[in-house]
């Protein structure tokens, strides 16, 4: 099959040196993000959930986490749309993006100062949403500006920011453990900083600069039914497959760390779960930062994408089934690692992969926004997954067990991605 010509971004960069700057503003961008995401799932969110009612810790975090995930799957594909359409004088990513940043720094005060789980519930949903507007926008940067030959890269950069933004959020929130508004609002307003930098710093094109936005013809209706065309690209729908799995089983643990150190795993004496945390996320940034670095640029040299997505996935699939066997702080290290190193490897690769399987240029955000539910989804959701499988099937080891099945599935996923490399 002959490989479809990607789609030539909109907006370069300001060559060899606009693009260093953009990709540093992107690394800026997505670190904050992903530092609030995780922050807020790992350690700030099981701490207040559990503050409420200790018992009934799994269900509560699994109601709240799962409600949240409806949002955020919705208000993705959603802020493409709006991003895709906006046609102002400050450009059609940079208000998305600056007005989903201080909107969510709106909602995570309420969750600091939430005293009752169905105010942490509408916070962090409303939270949840507004980060997925900001997300949409910040990720369709990407094809708009990005060239495809160096698409590598900037997944490289995507992969690193995002490992860098995991420890980032995890130490952060681990020393706010005991002044959880204080916590709720640094996250945010992070957040809202990056924002104003992205925006004040790289050149979003003015809707003078873009060509005119196609009619948004058949209403409502349509537009919903529009979120799922890009679904009809076979290549677009495997790539979405392989990314919800390899993500749901990296997640599906690092999302319920807290939970599984403190009930699961044999800590050394005078080791608190939320003290280990930020040790096993360093431990796993180090090693994805490592292996991204290096993959991303070499995926471009050689051309080659989808050989990395399948490698780095059974490699996480050997890692995530060693706390089974060694169920102490030790096992959790080499998971930590070996995992790292095997997502370092799946995010130089990954990103570069469906921008390339696009269907369509003037829908990128939509589209990504689409995707973005694979990306974003099984990090919001696995709290409820987990959560369903400890009470369910009654232990913490059958979440390693499925983990390491969800990403074999995702590698076997991106060997149906014929359009790709």
């Not at 643990?253 to 080791?271: C, F, S």
């Amino acid at each position: 099959m002959t490989a479809p010509a990607a789609p030539a971004p909109l907006e370069r960069t300001g060559g060899r040196r606009g693009l260093p700057r953009f990709l540093g503003l992107f690394v800026v961008g997505n670190l904050a993000l992903y530092a609030m995401y995780l922050g807020v799932v790992s350690i700030l969110l099981p701490v207040q959930v559990e503050a409420f009612d200790p018992a009934n810790k799994e269900i509560n975090l699994a109601v709240v986490t799962g409600t949240s995930a409806v949002f955020a799957t919705l208000f993705n594909p959603i802020g493409g749309v709006l991003s895709d359409r906006t046609r102002s004088r400050w450009g059609r990513r940079n208000p998305w993006m600056i007005g989903g940043a201080l909107a969510a720094l709106a909602f995570l005060g309420l969750m600091g100062f939430a005293s009752a789980l169905w105010i942490l519930v509408v916070g962090w949903c409303a939270a949840q949403a507004m980060g997925n507007v900001y997300q949409a926008a910040i990720t369709a940067t990407v094809p708009d500006r990005v060239p495809a030959e160096r698409r590598g890269s900037a997944s490289a950069v995507m992969g690193i920011a995002q490992s860098v933004g995991m420890v980032a959020g995890s130490i952060v929130a681990a020393r706010f453990v005991g002044d959880l508004e204080l916590g709720y609002l640094l996250f945010g307003a992070a957040l809202v900083v990056a924002a104003v930098l992205f925006a004040s710093l790289t050149h979003d094109p003015r809707g003078d600069e873009l060509p005119a936005a196609e009619p948004a013809g058949g209403g409502l209706a349509a537009q919903l039914k529009g979120f799922g065309s890009a679904l009809k690209s076979r290549d677009f729908t495997w790539a979405f497959t392989s990314r919800a799995f390899m993500m749901m089983g990296f997640f599906l643990i690092m999302g319920y760390q807290a939970y599984i150190l403190a009930d699961y795993i044999e800590l050394p004496d005078g080791l608190a779960p939320t003290d280990a945390i930020p040790m096993l996320v360093i431990a796993n940034t180090v090693l994805t930062v490592i292996c991204t670095s290096i993959i991303g640029p070499i995926s471009d040299r050689i051309a080659k994408r989808r050989p990395f997505v399948l490698i780095a996935g059974v490699i996480a699939a050997a890692a995530t089934v060693v706390p089974v066997l060694v169920p102490t702080l030790t096992g959790m290290f080499v998971w930590a690692a070996i995992g790292g190193a095997a997502f370092g490897v799946f995010m130089a690769a990954d990103h570069a992969i469906v921008t390339l399987v696009l269907p369509k240029q003037e829908d990128a955000a939509r589209d990504l926004g689409v995707l973005n539910i694979a990306n974003a989804g099984p990090q919001i959701i696995a709290p409820f997954v987990a959560g369903t499988i400890v009470v369910s099937l009654g232990g913490y080891m059958y979440l390693f067990v499925i983990g390491a099945v969800f990403s074999l599935i995702g590698a076997l996923a991106i060997t149906r991605v014929k359009g790709v490399a």
